[in-house]
C-alpha cells in the first residue's frame, strides 16, 4: 500500500522571538495536525507544549530539541521539521536544514534583519537550500516594506522578490495585495486570533471606500517593484539568487494560508540525492535515508536512544531490516515512530522527505546513512566551528563509570565535540561547543540522567581549525596552541586566538589548518 501524496519537507528559521512558535502552531492549526491553538508551545499562560520535553526547556521558555511535525494539506503531506530558536543551539538548527528541502525565514518587521538572521541565510545559500521569507508582525508597527526589501537585498545579496504586498502600513493590515493575480485579500480580526482568520479576496475595483487610500499606496509600490524587476521567478529561487517574499501577522493568522498555499505551489519537493561516491538516488529508487540527529532522555524512565532519519529514496516499512553504511551491518527497524516532542505515534510506513525516530538505535551516529539494496552512503552532516572549550572531568571520582558513558552518549548525540588527547589523558576530555548553552545541557544532563555530576574548567581558546596527523606532530608543544583529537578520529588544532592561528598559518604553509564553518553568534 503506497502513499503517493507529494511531499514537502520544511523548517522554519529565524531570529530568537521573531514568532517561529507562533507559526508553527498557526501552520498546524490551519492544516488540523492538532486541533487547538496553544498545544504546540507553551509560554504564558498557555498549554503545555508538546515540543518541549526537557525541564530546563520549559525553565526557559526555549525549544531544544528538534522534532518533526507532520500534517496533510490538499492532499500533500507537509512535514515541517522543528528547529531551536536560541543561537546557542544553531548547531542543531544546520543539522535540521540537511534534512528539509526548503526553509520558510521569518522576519520581525519591528526588528528587521537581526544577527541570526543573516546567519541561517548564510546556511541556506551554502547549503543550496530555497528560502521563502515571511515578513512576520505586520500587525504591530515596523519599518516600511520598501527599506525591509532593500535590506534584504543588501544585506543578504539575495533579491526579494514580493508575491504579495502589505495593503496599510505595519502596525495598520489590512490586508495584501496578491500581485499574480492584483486582487486585495483583505483580512478580518478574530479575537485572540485563535481560529482560521477570514480573508476575503476582491478585484481592485470592489475595494472599499475606507481602504481606498492605503489600496492606492499599495499599487504604486507594487507597479514600483515591477519596474524593478522584483517578480517571481521559480528557476532563480530555486538555485537561490531570490527569495519569494510575503507579509503576515502568525499572531493573528494572518497570511498563514497563503504561506501553505506557496509551499506546496514553489517550494520543492523531494528529489535525487547524490551520494559520496557521486552516484545518486531518485525518490523512486529502493530505500535510504540518513540520520540528522541523534537524542536520547526522552522518556527519563526508559532511555532509548532515538535517532531521526529523513527519507531520501524509496519506502520505509516498520520492520524492514536495512543496511547501516557505516558499518556494512543490518538494523532492524522495528520500533519505529513519527515523534513531536512528547507525543509519539508508532509509524507503519513513511515516504521519501518523511522524518521517521527510530528506537534503539545505538548504533546510529548523526549523519549515518541507512539503505536497502546497492551501497549508498550519503555525506556526512557537516559541523561548525566550536568557539567555547571546557576541560571536563567527573564531579565524583566514585561514579566515572557513568561519566564514561555520559560523555560517550553526548558525543555521540552531537551536543557538543568531545576532544581528547595522550597529554589529557582519557579522564579529562575537552569539550567544545559552538554556543556556551550547550555546556548546560551537558551539566544537566550529567547529573540528571547519567548520574554522575561533572567538573567544568574554561579553556582559553577561542579558535579551532582541523589538521591532519603531520600537522599535529608539527604543532605539538608549541606555545598557545594544543591540538587534540575528535572521536571520529578528526585532528583538531585549539588556538587561544584569530592571531595565533593566523601567524601560525602564515609562518608554516605546510601545515594543514582547515576552518570549520562559522556557526556561533
Ligand atoms: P520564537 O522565539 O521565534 O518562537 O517566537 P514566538 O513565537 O515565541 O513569539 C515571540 C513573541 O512574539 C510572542 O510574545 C508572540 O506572541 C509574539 N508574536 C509572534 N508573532 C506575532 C505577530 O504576528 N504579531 C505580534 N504582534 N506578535 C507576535
Same mark, same amino acid.
Given at each position: 500500500?503506497?502513499? =503517493? ?10 531570529? @530568537? ?18 486541533? !487547538? ?19 530546563? !526547556? ?6 531544544? =530539541? ?49 544577527? *541570526? ?44 522578490? @514580493? ?17 499574480? =493575480? %492584483? ?74 494560508? *497563503? ?77 519505529? $515512530?513519527?515523534?513531536? %516532542?512528547?507525543?509519539? =505515534? ?5 515516504? @521519501? ?19 536497502? %539494496? ?12 566550536? !568557539? ?21 552518549? &553526548? ?15 582519557? $579522564? ?9 548553552? $550547550? ?13 554522575? @555530576? ?39 588544532? &585549539? ?6 592561528? $593566523? ?19
Amino acid at each position: 500500500m503506497s502513499d =503517493t501524496r507529494p511531499r514537502r519537507t520544511f523548517a522554519v528559521i529565524s531570529h @530568537p522571538d521573531a514568532g517561529k512558535s507562533t507559526l508553527t502552531e498557526a501552520l498546524a492549526l490551519h492544516a488540523r495536525a492538532i486541533n !487547538e491553538a496553544g498545544a504546540v508551545h507553551g509560554k504564558g499562560d498557555r498549554k503545555a507544549t508538546v515540543s518541549d520535553w526537557m525541564a530546563m !526547556e520549559k525553565a526557559r521558555g526555549i525549544s531544544i =530539541t528538534s522534532a518533526a511535525l507532520q500534517f496533510e494539506y490538499r492532499d500533500h503531506v507537509v512535514n515541517l521539521v522543528d528547529t531551536p530558536g536560541h543561537s546557542d543551539f544553531s548547531e542543531d538548527t544546520y543539522r535540521v536544514l540537511s534534512a528539509v528541502d526548503s526553509a520558510v525565514m521569518l522576519v520581525d518587521a519591528g526588528k528587521g534583519l537581526e544577527p *541570526q538572521t543573516l546567519k541561517l541565510f548564510r546556511v541556506c545559500a551554502l547549503r543550496g537550500i530555497p528560502v521563502i521569507t515571511v515578513i512576520n508582525k505586520w500587525d504591530r508597527p515596523g519599518l516600511s516594506a520598501l527599506e525591509l526589501m532593500d535590506k534584504i537585498e543588501q544585506q543578504i545579496k539575495i533579491r526579494p522578490t @514580493p508575491l504579495t504586498w502589505p495593503v496599510g502600513e505595519a502596525g495598520d493590515f489590512r490586508g495584501v495585495l496578491d500581485r499574480r =493575480t %492584483g486582487e486585495f485579500i483583505k483580512y478580518t480580526r478574530t479575537a485572540g486570533g485563535a481560529t482560521r482568520a477570514p480573508e476575503r479576496r476582491m478585484d481592485a475595483d470592489a475595494v472599499e471606500e475606507n481602504d481606498r487610500q492605503v489600496w492606492a499606496a499599495a499599487v504604486e509600490e507594487h507597479e514600483l517593484l515591477e519596474l524593478d524587476d522584483a517578480d517571481h521567478d521559480q528557476e532563480r529561487f530555486l538555485t537561490g539568487e531570490t527569495t519569494p517574499v510575503m507579509f503576515a501577522s502568525a499572531l493573528q493568522n494572518f497570511g498563514v494560508a *497563503q504561506l501553505l498555499d506557496l509551499l506546496l505551489e514553489l517550494a520543492p519537493a523531494p528529489g535525487s540525492t547524490e551520494g559520496v561516491d557521486g552516484s545518486s538516488r531518485e525518490p523512486g529508487g529502493e530505500f535510504s535515508a540518513f540520520v540528522f540527529k541523534v537524542q536520547s532522555g526522552m522518556n527519563s524512565s526508559h532511555r532509548d536512544r532515538l535517532a531521526y532519519a529523513r527519507i531520501v529514496s524509496g519506502e520505509f516499512e516498520r520492520g524492514m531490516v536495512v543496511t547501516h553504511a557505516g558499518s556494512g551491518r543490518p538494523f532492524a527497524t522495528k520500533f519505529a $515512530q513519527t515523534v513531536f %516532542g512528547r507525543e509519539t =505515534t508508532s509509524v507503519e510506513h513513511a515516504y @521519501p522527505g518523511d522524518i521517521i525516530g527510530l528506537v534503539n538505535a545505538n548504533a546510529l551516529r548523526v549523519g549515518d546513512t541507512i539503505y536497502t %539494496g546497492k551501497a549508498i552512503e550519503y555525506p556526512p552532516v557537516p559541523s561548525f566551528a566550536p !568557539e567555547h572549550f571546557m576541560a571536563a572531568s567527573a564531579g565524583d571520582i566514585g561514579r566515572y563509570k557513568q561519566f564514561r558513558k555520559g560523555i560517550e552518549q &553526548l558525543d555521540q548525540e552531537g551536543v557538543v565535540q568531545v576532544l581528547r588527547s595522550d597529554l589529557r589523558g582519557d $579522564q579529562s576530555p575537552v569539550l567544545a561547543a559552538v554556543g556556551p548553552l $550547550q555546556f548546560e545541557v551537558v551539566e544537566d544532563r550529567m547529573l540528571h540522567e547519567f548520574n554522575s @555530576p561533572i567538573r567544568f574548567s574554561r579553556l582559553d581558546y577561542q579558535v579551532a581549525r582541523i589538521t591532519d596527523a603531520a600537522g599535529a606532530a608539527a604543532l605539538a608543544g608549541k606555545r598557545g596552541i594544543e591540538v587534540l583529537q575528535r572521536s571520529d578520529g578528526t585532528h583538531m588544532a &585549539l588556538f587561544v586566538d584569530q592571531w595565533r592561528a $593566523q601567524v601560525t598559518a602564515r609562518d608554516n604553509p605546510e601545515i594543514m589548518l582547515e576552518a570549520l564553518p562559522a556557526g556561533g553568534a
